[in-house]
């Protein structure tokens, strides 16, 4: 599925493991206080990239702000109000099961889709299991965000969140109920407003070098779970019916998002830790709610001249599969199976920060972030992650 060099014998513990314990001891004062939707799955990822990003234009000046995805790690200052518009694009292709990556007509030729049919066989009626016969290829995703941060104190700052939501996939169908003969492909496409988030960042600690920050925020259900595409069956037929859990623009779930981050600074060179989960509290009306993710972060970022600072940035995440189910998502395709969500990953993302100053008006910045997966072990079949751009325009007064 992807352009980047997938690293199977990688374990996830390596990267997830030392972040996490970052988080906790890079400051004596840090305190421990959730993922898209979806990719994590894409609902969760919307999350990610939300909100509360000012860093180097609030009046500390605590330095180069972090990559453009990690718009939650920080504060404005006192008085502060921030507007901000973050799109991403995603591209997800080629299917998993754990670490390898399987063909479509192998999905359709060897994995049961838990149903079954019956047909002759020496004389008599015998009832044989169904292989999945709808197989995704690829999937298209936008995530528009616009967001605002108010900052009440120096150290505490409230936000709000909202999206728009783009979600394309396109389907191989397989004819029949056996055999690898391809009898067409199907495309269907959502979109709408996804779920919106309200919550608060707090700087438990910062110093001249050093700062800690903690956030608690709640998303609310603002996306749609009930949207609808058109799929190519089997049996050569178009059918009209409810679109799969990850082409949803919303989760459906009030969930809680706690987030820790910790971030530092000298000279020309900046880093950071982070952790975030996005936890649902109830299922949703439909009778299902997204697993539990969680994220963990690591950056290191380097001035190259006033206003322009690069980054690196790696994030490992877990997120479990859906509990429970839609009775109207069904059918021959393993996204219509809740079983087939969450696993593991490992991204590497490079981005770039231009500053305001060189436009005259330094309270703005704009940042662009993009990169892939270097190691993924999902819960398949199911598509993979492929490559990810994120670009983020922010500006304070």
Same mark, same amino acid.
């Given at each position: 599925?992807?352009?980047?060099?997938?690293?199977?014998?990688?374990?996830?513990?390596?990267?997830?493991?030392?972040?996490?314990?970052?988080?906790?001891? *890079?400051?004596?004062?840090?305190?421990?206080?959730?993922?898209?939707?979806?990719?994590?799955?894409?609902?969760?990822?919307?999350?990610?990239?939300?909100?509360?990003? /000012?860093?180097?234009?609030?009046?500390?000046?605590?330095?180069?702000?972090?990559?453009?995805?990690? &718009?939650?790690?920080?504060?404005?200052?006192?008085?502060?109000?921030?507007?901000?518009?973050?799109?991403?694009?995603?591209?997800?292709?080629?299917?998993?099961?754990?670490? *390898?990556?399987?063909?479509?007509?192998?999905?359709?030729?060897?994995?049961?889709?838990?149903?079954?049919?019956?047909?002759?066989?020496?004389?008599?009626?015998?009832?044989?299991?169904?292989?999945?016969?709808?197989?995704?290829?690829?999937?298209?995703?936008?995530?528009?965000?616009?967001?605002?941060?108010?900052?009440?104190?120096?150290?505490?700052?409230?936000?709000?969140?909202?999206?728009?939501?783009?979600?394309?996939?396109?389907?191989?169908?397989?004819?029949?109920?056996?055999?690898?003969?391809?009898?067409?492909?199907?495309?269907?496409?959502?979109?709408?407003?996804?779920?919106?988030?309200?919550?608060? &960042?707090?700087?438990?600690?910062?110093?001249?070098?050093?700062?800690?920050?903690?956030?608690?925020?709640?998303?609310?259900?603002?996306?749609?779970?009930?949207?609808?595409?058109?799929?190519?069956?089997?049996?050569?037929?178009?059918?009209?019916?409810?679109?799969?859990?990850?082409?949803?623009?919303?989760?459906?779930?009030?969930?809680?998002?706690?987030?820790?981050?910790?971030?530092?600074?000298?000279?020309?060179?900046?880093?950071?830790?982070?952790?975030?989960?996005?936890?649902?509290?109830?299922?949703?009306?439909?009778?299902?709610?997204?697993?539990?993710?969680?994220?963990?972060?690591?950056?290191?970022?380097?001035?190259?001249?006033? &206003?322009?600072?690069?980054?690196?940035?790696?994030?490992?995440?877990?997120?479990?599969?859906?509990?429970?189910?839609?009775?109207?998502?069904?059918?021959?395709?393993?996204?219509? &199976?809740?079983?087939?969500?969450? /696993?593991?990953?490992?991204?590497?993302?490079?981005?770039?920060?231009?500053?305001?100053?060189?436009?005259?008006?330094?309270?703005?910045?704009?940042?662009?972030?993009?990169?892939?997966?270097?190691?993924?072990?999902?819960?398949?079949?199911?598509?993979?992650?492929?490559?990810?751009?994120?670009?983020?325009?922010?500006?304070?007064?």
């Amino acid at each position: 599925m992807t352009p980047f060099q997938n690293y199977s014998n990688m374990p996830f513990k390596i990267l997830a493991t030392p972040l996490a314990l970052g988080v906790l001891l *890079s400051s004596p004062m840090a305190k421990a206080s959730d993922d898209p939707p979806m990719m994590a799955s894409m609902n969760h990822a919307a999350m990610e990239h939300g909100a509360n990003h /000012g860093a180097g234009m609030d009046a500390t000046d605590m330095g180069p702000p972090p990559p453009a995805s990690l &718009n939650w790690t920080t504060v404005a200052g006192a008085g502060q109000f921030m507007l901000g518009y973050t799109p991403t694009f995603m591209n997800m292709s080629g299917n998993y099961i754990g670490r *390898s990556k399987v063909s479509a007509s192998e999905i359709a030729t060897t994995v049961p889709s838990g149903q079954t049919h019956s047909m002759m066989m020496n004389g008599k009626m015998t009832t044989m299991p169904t292989m999945l016969r709808i197989v995704p290829d690829s999937m298209d995703v936008q995530m528009h965000m616009f967001n605002a941060m108010y900052g009440v104190t120096e150290n505490l700052t409230i936000m709000a969140m909202t999206s728009y939501v783009v979600k394309s996939m396109s389907m191989t169908t397989f004819k029949g109920m056996m055999g690898s003969t391809v009898l067409g492909t199907s495309s269907g496409t959502t979109d709408g407003l996804g779920d919106s988030m309200v919550g608060l &960042n707090y700087r438990v600690y910062h110093d001249a070098m050093n700062s800690v920050v903690a956030g608690l925020n709640l998303t609310l259900p603002t996306g749609s779970i009930t949207r609808q595409i058109t799929m190519l069956s089997p049996m050569a037929v178009y059918m009209f019916m409810r679109a799969p859990y990850g082409m949803e623009t919303g989760s459906g779930s009030v969930s809680l998002v706690p987030s820790l981050a910790y971030s530092g600074h000298l000279g020309r060179w900046s880093w950071g830790l982070a952790y975030r989960g996005v936890y649902p509290i109830d299922n949703n009306s439909e009778g299902y709610r997204w697993g539990a993710l969680s994220e963990f972060h690591g950056w290191g970022g380097y001035t190259l001249f006033p &206003n322009i600072t690069t980054t690196l940035h790696v994030v490992g995440s877990t997120q479990d599969r859906i509990h429970g189910s839609d009775a109207q998502i069904y059918g021959l395709s393993q996204n219509a &199976n809740p079983l087939y969500y969450g /696993g593991q990953k490992v991204r590497l993302l490079g981005g770039l920060e231009i500053g305001g100053g060189l436009w005259g008006y330094p309270k703005s910045s704009i940042s662009v972030e993009a990169g892939g997966p270097i190691y993924q072990n999902l819960n398949g079949p199911q598509l993979g992650e492929s490559w990810q751009v994120t670009v983020s325009g922010r500006v304070m007064f």
